[in-house]
């Protein structure tokens, strides 16, 4: 009878048990959970500590080289020319904060490399950066190029935006003057100037550029009174003064202005008559070897 009651004692503590192990399906989601959130940050934790000690702690991952790579077919300037890479560089480590021999590759994040590049560089107009492990920083730049110098250390590029002259300096850009315009002694870098007479003088010097590249143009004076454009242009190692009208038709002068000029050009440097004055702003062209006190621009265009 003692062993039957013990029995039944024994059976009724292991029911007891039973029914406190016996766990609900809201709680068994819960500590599952619990158990993922713990197993995930472990693995986490490994994750970071083996990417301390295998990448960001790695000198087999510093910083030892950065290169620029044009992209393919993109005219180039500042900051592609092969003239200017050591300045290029030094400019990206100092915008950047990197030291070559002491930053780690892996830890730097190109999203906000492109962010400070652009911001400080405003005449960047698109940036890839890449990590080329072990150990190089791939730039691929593309660039609003500066076409006319405005004075005041600044220049103007080709999205008419206002860029500091500093880098640009060793470029041989146009001098742009326009005394009817005060508001071009006061923009800054990061502006906009867009005027009629700018637009004339990048056009024209973009097209001598592209069509006419042994002409370069030194400088580019509007003068309102007489309604030209008064320039140096250089020909040969020779600067001659030339004047065309303005305003004036772009197909005009595309056809008949500049093909004018270039042929004259021709014509005085084989003659060695460097002090001539070739006079566009009539119908036909005239060269003067002095210039004259005032003239009346073709009104017949």
């Known amino acids: 009878m003692a062993e039957k009651k013990s029995a039944d004692s024994s059976s009724l503590q292991d029911n007891s048990k039973k029914k406190k192990l016996n766990l609900t399906g809201l709680q068994k989601v819960w500590i599952a959970g619990a158990l993922l959130f713990l ?11 083996l990417n301390t000690l295998l990448f960001t702690g790695n000198d087999h991952f510093l910083l030892r080289e950065i290169v620029i790579a044009p992209p393919q077919g993109y005219m180039f300037s500042y900051w ?19 030291i070559p021999g002491k930053t780690n590759l892996f830890s730097l994040d190109p999203g906000e490399l492109r962010k400070t590049m652009t911001g400080k560089n405003p005449e960047i107009r698109n940036i890839e950066i890449r990590k080329n492990y072990p150990d190089q920083l791939v730039f691929s730049i593309q660039e609003s190029s500066p076409y006319l ?3 005041g250390g600044k220049c103007l590029d080709d999205q008419y935006r206002v860029v500091s002259m500093g880098r640009f300096k060793d470029l041989s850009l146009p ?11 006061k923009v800054q870098p990061g502006d906009e100037y867009r005027t009629k007479t700018a637009e004339f003088a990048l056009e024209l010097t973009r097209h001598l550029q592209e069509n006419f590249p042994r ?9 309102e009174k007489d309604h030209t454009m008064k320039c140096l242009m250089e ?6 003064r030339v004047e065309l009208p303005y305003p004036v038709k772009m ?3 595309y056809k008949n202005k500049l093909p004018q000029l270039q042929d004259r050009l021709r014509t005085l440097h084989r003659k060695q008559e460097y002090s001539a004055v070739i006079l566009l702003i009539y119908k036909d062209p005239v060269v003067k070897y002095k210039l004259p006190e005032k003239t009346t621009p073709d009104k017949k265009k």
Do not use: T, W
């Open 39 to 49: 197993g995930i940050n472990l693995v986490l934790m490994c994750i970071f500590g």
């Open 80 to 98: 592609n020319n092969e003239n200017y890479r050591d300045k290029r560089i030094a400019k990206i480590c100092e915008d950047l904060q990197l």
């Open 149 to 151: 110098n405005i004075g």
């Open 175 to 185: 001098l742009f003057l326009d005394p009817s315009e005060p508001r071009l002694k």
């Open 215 to 223: 002409i370069r143009p030194v400088r580019i004076e509007h003068v």
């Open 235 to 240: 020909y040969e190692d020779h600067v001659f």
């Open 251 to 253: 197909d005009d002068l």
